[in-house]
Every structure is written in C-alpha cells, then in structure tokens.
C-alpha cells in the first residue's frame, strides 16, 4: 500500500475516535478534530456530552460511555460509530491515569501497577485491535498514541508505573508502524511535557520555570500537533514519537 503524497491539512468528512475525551487534553483533541470538519466518538469513562453543545458538534458526535480497559465496551463504542458513519478513519489513545506518586518503589502495591498498566497502556492496544481491521478493510488509517516524556526520561514527579506504561505505549506505537504501513496505516505518537490539566493541577513543583519556552503546556498545544498526525500534511510520517514539551527533553 503505496500513502499518497502529503497535502495540505483537511479533515472534511473524516471519521474519528477520542479515548478520554470528556476533559483536558482529550477535550481539546476532540473540539480540533471537529473544528477541522471530522466527526467524532468520544469515548470516556466520564460524561463527553458537553461537547456537543458546541453549534457545529451537534450531528458530528457521538458520546459514548466507554471503559477502554473493557474489552466489550470498547467493542460496542467502536460498532456504534462504524454503525452511524461507516469506518474509522483516525484513532487517538489518549486515556490515562497517573496514579500515586511521590513514594518509594517498595511502597507501590501491584494493584497500583496493574491498574495504571491496564489504563494507559492496555488500553492502547485494545482500541487499536480493534478499529485496525476497519483501517485495513479501507487501506488506510491514522492511529495516533499520546505518551508522555515521562516515557523518555523517567518522569519528573510520575511513578514507575506511569513511566513505564508511557514508554510502553511508545514502544507499541514502533511496532504498530512496522506492521500497519502495508496496509497503508500510518501510526505515530506524541509525548507531551508537563501540561495544565486537571491531572497536574495540584502539584506545585510542575511549574513554567520548567520550560525553556518559559510557560506549561497546554492541551490546544497537543490537540494542534493530533491535527496534523491526523491528516495528508503528514502522509510520509509513521512510527515518530514526537516530543511536545517546550524545549524541556533538551535539558535532562
């Protein structure tokens, strides 16, 4: 499966999948997406509806309750959006958790490792299972994978299991390349910086002084790099891992 040359950015029509969509950075992917003219499921454990209170979302998403370390529910989520519009065209894993922090090894509990694994990294490979037979039904895709420079470095503040299961995701998003380019599925990753979400909001050490660019990450600086991972712009682009951090990987 030879890609088309990459062209300009245009999403009009495409049909997409946020996980962790109800806020943060899934929120903002989820808003780009349908700015850029796509239609969206939105996936999340919590509530997505307010998405769609926007005019322009109105008919272009699905809100759908989904547990994405579920094997059913995502079965059923994924069949609800290829049931209303037919395919899947891009797929972004963006769903996770960070979990406890801030202890020593010997303290982590299993269940602690397992829940976050099954999260963040589980979940990756689950939802891409399952829209790739719909990629490559149609000989192309665009799987995007959010990670983290937590996954590069060993984190800041993360735990080992959140460092771990980011690298992880990075890892899978090489092998997924290798294996979906001849079938035209173009699969790459982001690894963000520290980035202001609710997820970061109450650790005080995470701070612009940070960043060389002298200011935090914010979810629109994530959703904005997605647009283009999603779309011809970047035809000749598959398994990158591309560091969104302000400048911050230079440092460490």
């Not at 699905?62 to 989520?77: F, G, H, R, W, Y």
């Not at 682009?237 to 230079?250: K, Q, R, S, Y």
């Amino acid at each position: 499966m030879i890609p088309d040359i990459s062209g300009p950015i245009s999403l009009d029509g495409k049909i997409a999948i946020v996980t962790g969509a109800s806020r943060g950075i899934g929120k903002a992917i989820a808003l780009a997406l349908i700015r850029e003219g796509a239609y969206v499921g939105a996936f999340d454990v919590l509530p997505c509806e307010s998405i769609r209170d926007l005019p322009a979302a109105k008919e272009k998403v699905i809100a759908a309750t989904c547990d994405v370390t579920n094997e059913l529910e995502i079965k059923n989520a994924v069949e609800s959006v290829v049931s209303q519009w037919g395919r899947v065209d891009i797929l972004v894993n963006n769903a996770a958790i960070v979990g406890i922090y801030g202890k020593e090894l010997e303290d982590f509990t299993i269940e602690e490792w397992e829940e976050l694994i099954k999260t963040n990294l589980e979940s990756t490979f689950l939802m891409t299972r399952e829209v790739w037979p719909y990629m490559k039904q149609v000989g192309k895709g665009k799987v995007i994978c959010i990670g983290s420079i937590a996954g590069k470095i060993g984190g800041f503040f993360a735990g080992p299991h959140y460092c771990a299961s980011k690298s992880g995701i990075h890892g899978f998003v090489k092998w997924a390349a290798k294996n979906g380019a001849k079938y035209g599925i173009h699969v790459n990753g982001i690894a963000p910086g520290p980035t202001v979400t609710k997820m970061t909001a109450d650790e005080p050490l995470i701070t612009d002084n940070m960043v060389p660019l002298g200011r935090l990450g914010q979810p629109e600086d994530i959703a904005e790099v997605v647009i283009f991972l999603s779309s011809q712009a970047s035809n000749f682009i598959t398994g990158c891992v591309l560091d969104v951090n302000g400048g911050l990987l230079m440092t460490q």
